[in-house]
C-alpha cells in the first residue's frame, strides 16, 4: 500500500523538477507553471485512482517507464501553454521533449515484453498519456498550419464523449495493423511540423494528409462497429474494467493482454477487484500495451 501512495509522488516530484529546470534554461513563464502543476496534479490523482482500481501493490517496471513520458508530456504541455500565450520558447525543446516521449513508447513495450508485466491498467495508462500529448501537439502546431489541425487531438476525445449517448461505440474492435501505422503517422507529422524543418506549406500537407488518414481509420471503425452494434446498448460506460477503450493516439508493440482479443457483441463480465482488468482512467497524454484501438 505504501509503494501505492508513492509512485504518484514521484511522478508529481518528477513534473515540479522539469519545470524549474524548463524555467532556469529556457524561461519558462507563469502560464507555464500553472499548466504545467495542473498537469502534474491531474496526474497525481489519476494514477493513484487507476492504482486502487486496480488493485496493484504499484507501478510495474513498464509503467515506470509510462511515468517518465508522462512527465515529459507535462513539460511539452507547459511548453506549448508558454507559446500560445505569447510567451518565446525554442521549438526545439518542446520538439526534444515529445520525440523523446514518442520514443520511449516503443521502450516501455519492450519493458513490458521482457518482463511479463503487461496489463490492462498499463495499456490504460499508456493510451492516455500518447493521446493526450498529441493533443497538445496538433494545439501546438494550429497557429501554424490553422485550428483545423486540432482535429487530429480531438478527435479521440470526440469519440469517447459520442460514445456516451451511442452506446454501440463502446463495442470491441477487431486486431487491425494499420491503425498502428496510423497512429505513428500522427505523431511523426506533428513533431515535424513543431519542428518546423519543411517550408510551411509542406508542414501543412503533412498534418493534412496525417489528419486524413485518421479520419479514414476512424471512420472505417465506426461504421464497424455501427455494423455488429447489436447488444451494444448493454455495454458498460467507457473506461469501465471490462472493456478496452478505443482510439489511442500512437502504438508500442507491446504485447497485447485480454482487453486486445476481440469479444462477442454480448457484455464480458465485469473482472473481479484486484486482477488487472479493473482499471481506471490513467494521467493524460495518445503510442501492444494498447486495448483494441491502436490509434484511430
Do not use: C
Not at 532556469?24 to 507563469?30: D, F, I
Request: charge should be positive; glycine fraction near 12%.
Amino acid at each position: 500500500m505504501r509503494t501505492v501512495r508513492n509512485s504518484p509522488v514521484t511522478g508529481l516530484a518528477g513534473q515540479f523538477v522539469l519545470l524549474a529546470v524548463l524555467a532556469a534554461t529556457v524561461g519558462l513563464g507563469v502560464v507555464g507553471w500553472l499548466v504545467g502543476l495542473a498537469h502534474g496534479l491531474a496526474q497525481y490523482g489519476l494514477l493513484r485512482r487507476g492504482l486502487r482500481l486496480d488493485g496493484a501493490p504499484g507501478l510495474r517496471p513498464a509503467d515506470r517507464v509510462t511515468l517518465a513520458r508522462a512527465v515529459l508530456v507535462g513539460g511539452v504541455t507547459a511548453l506549448a501553454a508558454d507559446v500560445l500565450a505569447g510567451g518565446q520558447v525554442p521549438a526545439a525543446v518542446p520538439v526534444s521533449l515529445a520525440g523523446v516521449a514518442l520514443a520511449l513508447d516503443w521502450v516501455d513495450g519492450q519493458v513490458a515484453r521482457r518482463t511479463g508485466t503487461a496489463s490492462a491498467f498499463g495499456a490504460r495508462f499508456d493510451m492516455e498519456v500518447d493521446a493526450f500529448l498529441i493533443l497538445v501537439l496538433s494545439a501546438y502546431v494550429a497557429p501554424a498550419v490553422g485550428g483545423w489541425a486540432l482535429a487530429i487531438g480531438a478527435m479521440r476525445y470526440a469519440f469517447v464523449a459520442a460514445s456516451w449517448p451511442l452506446p454501440w461505440l463502446r463495442g470491441s474492435l477487431p486486431a487491425r495493423q494499420w491503425r498502428k501505422v496510423v497512429a505513428a503517422v500522427q505523431g511523426v507529422a506533428l513533431v515535424g511540423a513543431a519542428a518546423g524543418v519543411l517550408p510551411g506549406p509542406l508542414d501543412t500537407v503533412l498534418v493534412a494528409a496525417a489528419l486524413a488518414l485518421l479520419v479514414e481509420s476512424f471512420t472505417r471503425d465506426v461504421w464497424w462497429l455501427w455494423r455488429h452494434r447489436a447488444g451494444a446498448g448493454s455495454l458498460p460506460r467507457p473506461g469501465h474494467p471490462a472493456r478496452p477503450l478505443p482510439h489511442s493516439a500512437t502504438a508500442t508493440g507491446r504485447p497485447a493482454t485480454s482487453a486486445d482479443r476481440p469479444v462477442p457483441s454480448a457484455p464480458r463480465p465485469s473482472a473481479p477487484a484486484g486482477r488487472p482488468g479493473a482499471v481506471a482512467p490513467a494521467a493524460p497524454g495518445t503510442p501492444a500495451r494498447h486495448p483494441a484501438r491502436q490509434a484511430a
